[in-house]
């Protein structure tokens, strides 16, 4: 299509529709019209959430002057562009994910927005800010934990100043139980995680004949192997193998299989290991296997997964007759949560051989398929039928065993079954829900016995700038963009209410590390306008254009 | 059919089962998104992620992967599923049975019933019965499968509570062998309501078969001297003209067995159903290509098998088809 050229006249229109005073506007030579520009989302059956949201922010945009569209594609190819294809896309809808070990800021603080990451690590949308690289290397290195969260807040309001996301929701994610089956005072909430969690699995008393704890998860376990990543995997590892530390209900890193843990200088660590603990097949937990269970994930080759949890060791060392001292490469704040109540603790004497027998060959350790999964953990494996269940009994030599007789995870692909089944006792715990969170509330309403406990999630949704393409390299463009949106309708539309609006990476469920100061409530449509002037954009024939000089360098599409 | 005509038949499904691996393969490696985006940590280095793809066999150029996979076919290999590191003819036969007995049972149920609503409604033709009949069956089969399979949930599940809602046996249910577990009463429960769905989605094609067929056989003339000879109309409908009326029930039959095997995607996500279908859908969305493959092979494999079947079978039912 022919475009007509911009004339002074329109320019100055335009200039005035936005609200400039002669000076501020650069009528006489706008540069480029900014290309249609793409977000990408998933598609909505997938995440109705995210695509309303998108659609919710490309209409803010659109009244910027922007030619913007929703590119739908499926998950895995969204993956691939966003990770493996870094200067190819716009903008992108994402989440993260709440996990237990985020439970410490450290993990998304610093590897979102670490220069060190841009190129091919997690910060995907290559945010390069060295004073941001000081403050993270900082609280990373700081083991005062007042200070190391004052170092964190200052880390949020940078983001916020420079916003490389604009930051939506943190989820509340809603969950239920049968409260004539577990006594309610036993079933705790997790910050962050809700009350599907290690604690109350430990905890949960059965009030009368049924004893079987029977939960449901939408999809099929992929691994339950203790050094392989799979979201829904690790509520099962979690429960059979145990780890040096847990995170507590409050997202603090306290002793576990560790009597105690401490700091002896700001590179090692000593571990008092606790006694008289036995693995399921009887045998005693060594300080042996504790010391295996940290070196295997060491070969980089055999366990690329978890081999970030433990780059940072240089040694593991057995001390004392029940002490491990581990030295580290370099300060890490975040060691207590991202490795030692990470790693789950593996029986040596199953492992060793099976490591030595994959030595030489392409086969990883965390794709081999052990059957018989020996942990020391509070549950013990029984079986795992896929598609269709895991079954897990009490260990009752576990030094705190479980109150529970058997644990049972079903898979079940249909949301509103899922919620029949609550109802007639099928389940009689929803340890997650993806469908609409007023389902779960209604029945609630409707049967007394269900109770629902909504938790704010540690994970958060947002849109990512491509700050490797213009016009998302320029900082006051992003804000300008970021503050047309408004969280508020954001997480009362898409969410359906089920949401707080989210200014930073540090979910407000961890109120220790989160800057309250961090959120842009958005919604001033009229303030974006004005920043985008600041800057030197200009609107022609209703499009907006590049500040004076600048030239479009992508071409559309 | 001859034995030539039989070798002939053989080699033209050999060739059709070649021709779907081929498109299988390249048509998974043109869909959009990488296998890899589901397990490469962006921390990974480059040299951990070239790992990966050795692992996957994705480094190979794609004729290779293509010619390897054809070898391995010929082995009796479909590969090593990429999300959960089995093989997956071990994945697809563990769940074959699963769906084998909801296809066999909700077929059983369509064409026991439809035969006989079929013949019933022949000799009722014209009637009031007649007339409601028709568009009731008509009107089940254009019901879309979930949405009928949500209703039979709420009714016989969420409110009456006689059949459980999901999942073939009862949780932590424990067999002494497959046989054992596969004619249990807790299965045949769990069965009941997917089967019952799917029997209600097919019975329209063998009820409308036989009724039309039924119709045509009724005006032969050994209908009309089995009447000369004062047999009893039941006697007719049943033992001589619904005999003649079965041929193309049992052929639909034999094809509707290959299609199922393949159909059951929605029925099996609406009741949890541990079978193939439900394995494709987590192929497909995963990027999982062995799997993918090897499960819609399978399907297509069973079409392609029972198209053959119904061929021989016709033909020896039926000398004449095979003569032309």
Redesign the interface.
Same mark, same amino acid.
């Given at each position: 299509m022919k475009r007509t050229p911009p004339t002074r006249r329109t320019v100055l229109a335009s200039a005035a529709a936005l609200g400039l005073t002669g000076s501020q506007a650069k009528a006489d030579a706008p540069g480029d019209a900014i290309r249609p520009l793409v977000l990408v989302c998933k598609p909505q059956a997938t995440d109705p959430a995210q695509y309303q949201a998108a659609q919710l922010c490309l209409q803010e945009w659109r009244k910027l002057g922007l030619k913007i569209s929703v590119q739908v594609?499926?998950?895995?190819?969204?993956?691939?562009l966003v990770?493996?294809n870094r200067t190819k896309w716009d903008m992108t809808t994402w989440e993260m994910v709440g996990r237990p070990e985020r439970s410490d800021p450290d993990e998304l603080t610093y590897?979102l927005f670490s220069s060190s990451?841009a190129d091919?690590?997690?910060d995907?949308v290559g945010y390069k800010n060295p004073a941001y690289d000081k403050l993270a290397d900082a609280q990373r290195a700081e083991e005062d934990r007042d200070k190391r969260a004052v170092l964190v807040k200052q880390a949020q309001m940078l983001i916020k100043q420079d916003q490389p996301y604009v930051y939506l929701v943190y989820p509340r994610r809603s969950m239920a139980f049968n409260s004539e089956v577990w006594d309610q005072a036993t079933i705790v909430e997790e910050a962050g995680i809700g009350i599907r969690n290690f604690w109350t699995f430990l905890q949960a008393r059965p009030l009368g004949e049924q004893k079987?704890m029977?939960l449901n998860t939408p999809?099929?376990l992929?691994?339950l192997h203790p050094v392989h990543?799979d979201a829904i995997g690790s509520w099962v590892s979690d429960l059979i193998f145990d780890h040096l530390m847990r995170v507590d209900i409050h997202g603090n890193p306290v002793p576990w299989a560790a009597e105690s843990v401490r700091w002896v200088d700001p590179v090692t660590v000593e571990a008092v290991i606790r006694d008289g603990m036995k693995f399921h097949d009887d045998t005693p937990v060594t300080l042996e296997d504790i010391q295996y269970s940290f070196q295997m994930p060491m070969d980089?080759?055999k366990t690329?997964?978890f081999?970030?949890n433990v780059a940072n060791i240089a040694s593991v060392d057995i001390t004392g007759p029940r002490t491990i001292t581990f030295k580290l490469k370099a300060p890490q704040s975040s060691f207590f949560t991202s490795t030692l109540s990470k790693m789950s603790i593996i029986p040596k004497h199953v492992w060793k051989p099976i490591a030595d027998k994959l030595a030489g060959t392409?086969?990883?350790i965390e794709?081999?398929?052990e059957p018989n999964l020996i942990g020391s953990g509070p549950f013990k494996f029984v079986?795992w039928r896929?598609?269709?269940?895991v079954?897990l009994a009490r260990f009752d030599g576990h030094w705190t065993p479980p109150k529970l007789d058997?644990w049972?995870l079903?898979?079940?692909?249909?949301q509103?079954?899922t919620l029949?089944?609550l109802?007639?006792n099928?389940?009689n715990f929803l340890a997650i829900f993806t469908g609409d969170p007023q389902n779960v509330a209604a029945l609630a309403k409707e049967i007394p016995k269900i109770k629902v406990v909504t938790t704010t999630d540690l994970g958060f949704q947002f849109i990512a700038f491509n700050l490797r393409r213009p016009p998302y390299d320029d900082t006051a463009f992003r804000v300008a963009l970021s503050t047309a949106v408004n969280r508020k309708i954001m997480a009362a539309a898409a969410w359906n209410g089920f949401a707080e609006p989210a200014g930073s990476c540090v979910s407000s469920a961890l109120p220790f590390w989160h800057a309250d100061d961090s959120l842009l409530m958005g919604g001033d449509l009229a303030q974006a306008k004005k920043l985008l002037a600041d800057a030197g954009y200009t609107l022609s024939g209703g499009q907006l254009h590049y500040p004076a000089g600048r030239k479009e360098e992508i071409s559309a599409g | 059919m001859s034995a030539k005509a039989l070798l002939l038949r053989l080699g033209q499904t050999v060739f059709i089962l070649w021709v779907v691996t081929t498109l299988l393969f390249f048509l998974f490696r043109m869909m959009?998104?990488?296998?890899? #985006?589901?397990?490469?940590?962006? !921390?990974?280095?480059?040299?951990?992620q070239a790992?990966?793809l050795?692992?996957f066999g994705l480094d190979k150029p794609v004729w290779v992967q293509y010619g390897l996979y054809l070898l391995n076919m010929a082995q009796g290999s479909l590969g090593v599923s990429f999300?959960?590191?089995?093989s997956v003819g071990s994945i697809l036969i563990?769940a074959l049975p699963n769906t084998l007995f909801l296809t066999l049972t909700s077929l059983l149920i369509a064409y026991a019933f439809g035969t006989l609503m079929g013949a019933f409604l022949a000799a009722r033709r014209g009637t009031w019965l007649e007339t409601v009949t028709l568009p009731a069956i008509l009107a089940t089969r254009a019901l879309p499968e979930f949405w009928l399979g949500?209703v039979l949930?709420?009714i016989f599940?969420?409110s009456l509570?006689w059949f459980?809602?999901?999942? #073939?046996?009862s949780?932590?249910a !424990?067999f002494p062998s497959a046989f054992a577990r596969y004619t249990s009463l807790d299965y045949l429960r769990h069965l009941m309501l997917p089967a019952l769905t799917l029997a209600i989605f097919l019975q329209g094609l063998p009820t409308l078969l036989m009724r039309s067929n039924m119709l045509e056989v009724l005006q032969e003339e050994f209908v009309v001297m089995s009447r000369i000879k004062g047999l009893s109309e039941w006697s007719i409908i049943m033992r001589h003209a619904a005999r003649n009326a079965l041929l193309p029930v049992a052929t639909a039959l034999a094809l509707g067995i290959g299609s199922s095997i393949g159909g059951n995607v929605v029925v099996e996500?609406?009741?949890?159903w541990?079978g193939l279908g439900?394995?494709l859908v987590?192929a497909v969305?995963?990027?999982d290509y062995p799997l993918a493959q090897g499960a819609f092979l399978m399907i297509a494999a069973a079409q392609i098998v029972m198209n053959c079947v119904a061929d021989v079978v016709y033909a020896t039912l039926d000398p004449r088809v095979g003569r032309r």
């Open positions: 594609v499926p998950a895995t190819q969204q993956s691939t990770w493996m590897s990451l091919n690590g997690y995907f079987d029977i999809q099929p992929s691994s990543m980089k080759n690329p997964q081999y970030p392409n086969q990883l794709d081999y398929k079986h896929d598609p269709e269940e079954m058997r049972i079903r898979t079940v692909s249909n509103e079954a029949g089944m109802r007639n099928e389940i | 959009p998104g990488s296998p890899l #985006a589901a397990y490469i940590d962006p !921390s990974m280095t480059e040299e951990q790992i990966l050795h692992q999300i959960y590191k089995e563990q949500m949930l709420a599940s969420f509570g459980p809602a999901g999942g #073939a046996t949780p932590g !424990s996500s609406v009741f949890s541990p439900r394995r987590e969305s995963g990027s």
